[in-house]
């Protein structure tokens, strides 16, 4: 068995949100009372003030995506862990999805299991957002 081969991958960050960095849903709904409806217009050209445009930030994630990839070998195990708007962008990558349907691809909760198989020509997506064992960790 070989070694496992950490990394980290500052390309893999979260997008920047600016002035609203850190706070929570609520409070930026409560500033920005039309987010939604200039989310939902502007896809990935949203940006929130002094932040990263949306479309920016999956550009980012996917091309070092892409890079980490192109090393990796069939039969080749890879585990990422990353904040779940990063995680999107590289399940886009991999399904092929346009940069503006990305945001709405999928749930993705914390500790949201993806398992993906590469057979040298495709991915296959076998699971997104896999959350069961967390319930049975904390017995629910």
């Not at 990263?52 to 585990?79: C, P, T, W, Y």
Request: glycine share 8%.
């Amino acid at each position: 068995s070989s070694p496992i081969k950490a990394m980290a991958v500052d390309n893999f960050n979260e997008r920047n949100f600016g002035d609203y960095e850190m706070r929570k849903w609520k409070e930026v709904f409560e500033d920005i009372p039309d987010l939604r409806k200039r989310w939902r217009e502007e896809k990935d050209r949203f940006k929130f003030p002094q932040g990263e445009v949306l479309g920016d930030f999956i550009d980012r994630v996917q091309k070092a995506f892409s890079e980490v990839l192109s090393g990796h070998r069939v039969g080749e195990n890879m585990l990422f862990v990353a904040h779940g708007g990063s995680v999107k962008a590289m399940l886009g990558y991999l399904l092929r999805t346009p940069r503006e349907h990305i945001i709405n691809l999928c749930e993705q909760d914390n500790c949201g299991i993806n398992f993906i198989t590469f057979d040298g020509k495709d991915y296959k997506v076998n699971w997104i957002n896999y959350t069961a064992y967390v319930r049975e960790l904390n017995g629910i």
